[in-house]
């Protein structure tokens, strides 16, 4: 059974440009979440996803956007990339129906870099 | 607002000895649950232990316990019988009753030294 899946691994991108974050949640969970890990802070939430809808947002700006799809997969957008998107992105999975929490797992993260 | 606090930004301990991990958090809610993750250089959040704050007793979970102290708003890991896969980043992390959003610590970087 595979866990959370994230892609790419690693980026590099150009300030201005956008950049799609991908993550397929663990079989059987239909919510995902994403964070944003600055180096040498903890995650940052970004946003969660529900039934293909934003369910709650953290203090990011409308740059940052993303999508559920059917199948439960999730991606996030980041556009006109600053330097200070630099960071480790994680995405979080978990079944709704069953509360809290010890049900959340993590994927391995996206590495984004802005130069 | 929710806010955890980690003021330990590196430790160091000797392979089987014991070491406690500091936390405080704010919030004025009163149900809520705590969490310690381990973040190994892999970079996958692991969950370590979790704390029901309507829960009175300490979880545990082998080498791993907690002093969960909900008046001064205090959660500590304690870890017994240190191994050298035990280094890593430990964040303490808080989440409200309705289970949508962590709010995570800075974390405290754990070296097991040999």
């Known amino acids: 059974d595979a866990g959370v899946t994230q892609s790419p691994t690693h980026l590099i991108k150009t300030r201005g440009q956008q950049v799609t974050l991908r993550c397929s949640p663990k079989s059987g969970h239909d919510t995902v979440s994403w964070y944003q890990q600055a180096l040498g802070q903890g995650p940052q939430f970004i946003f969660q996803?529900?039934?293909?809808?934003?369910?709650q947002r953290g203090n990011f700006p409308d740059r940052f956007s993303g999508h559920q799809f059917p199948n439960y997969s999730s991606e996030l957008n980041v556009n006109a990339l600053l330097l200070g998107d630099s960071a480790l992105y994680l995405c979080a999975s978990s079944f709704t129906g069953t509360g809290i929490t010890n049900t959340i797992y993590f994927g391995e993260g996206s590495w984004l870099t802005v130069v | 607002a929710q806010t955890v606090t980690q003021s330990q930004p590196e430790m160091s301990v000797q392979e089987a000895e014991t070491v406690t991990l500091s936390c405080t958090y704010d919030t004025s809610e009163n149900n809520y649950y705590l969490f310690w993750y381990k973040q190994p250089p892999s970079r996958q959040m692991i969950l370590v232990i979790r704390?029901?704050?309507?829960?009175?007793q300490n979880a545990t979970e082998n080498r791993f316990s907690v002093n969960f102290q909900k008046a001064a708003k205090s959660f500590s890991l304690k870890i017994s019988d240190s191994q050298l896969g035990d280094t890593a980043m430990y964040f303490c992390?808080?989440?409200?009753?309705?289970?949508?959003?962590?709010?995570f610590g800075t974390g405290t970087s754990l070296t097991v030294i040999p």
């Open positions: 992390a808080f989440m409200s009753n309705t289970g949508n959003q962590f709010y």
């Open positions: 704390q029901e704050a309507y829960k009175q």
């Open positions: 996803y529900y039934e293909e809808e934003e369910r």
